[in-house]
């Protein structure tokens, strides 16, 4: 299948992108084809709720920024990771900027499946990003495949990418 991660940690090689990658390795040895975005070093800002995409716009987003480069890989995926880390107890601003672009297609064309990639420094601070995880999954139609989080020492641990390697395992 078709998978697409966005990653949302402006650190290139951070704990998020470690992550990602170990979900990336999982999926492609089980013969999916992944791409992986970060949309943290993107210029892409929130929707600017003009509502071009719902009526002129024949659901095309009317800014003209590096989301241009994700709708037509997101109108492809068969899935998509949000990967993120927590700033403030939930995803990155970057990241809820892209998610706020959405809207323009309201949801991922043909995705199925879903998966939410956390790391943070303390354990317990993930309530807020998994609630809208759940509820936009639900929202979209779209299974929630299932959530990894690493906190502290766990983040880029053998285990916590093991974890993440056999998601991704999963996901074919
Ligand atoms: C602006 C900012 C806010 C953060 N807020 C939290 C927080 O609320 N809770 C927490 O446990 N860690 C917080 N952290 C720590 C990061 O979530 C943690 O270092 C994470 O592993 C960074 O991932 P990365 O290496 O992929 O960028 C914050 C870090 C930054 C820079």
Request: with cysteine; glycine share 8%; aromatic share 6%.
């Amino acid at each position: 299948m078709k998978i697409l991660i966005l990653n949302g940690s402006p650190r290139t090689d951070g704990n998020t992108a470690a992550m990602a990658e170990a979900f990336k390795k999982g999926a492609e040895s089980a013969g999916s084809e992944v791409t992986v975005i970060n949309v943290a070093k993107k210029k892409i800002a929130g929707c600017l709720a003009c509502e071009y995409c719902h009526t002129k716009g024949d659901g095309a987003c009317v800014q003209n920024d590096d989301m241009q480069e994700v709708y037509p890989l997101l109108a492809e995926a068969d899935a998509v990771v949000i990967a993120s880390p927590i700033y403030y107890f939930n995803i990155t601003g970057q990241m809820q900027c892209a998610i706020s672009r959405f809207y323009a297609p309201m949801k991922p064309a043909k995705a199925t499946k879903a998966a939410l990639l956390l790391s943070s420094g303390s354990p317990g601070v993930y309530k807020g990003a998994m609630a809208q995880f759940e509820d936009m999954t639900a929202f979209m139609g779209i299974e929630n495949a299932g959530i990894i989080t690493a906190c502290g020492d766990e983040n880029k641990s053998e285990d916590k990418l093991a974890e993440c390697e056999e998601l991704g395992k999963s996901f074919a």
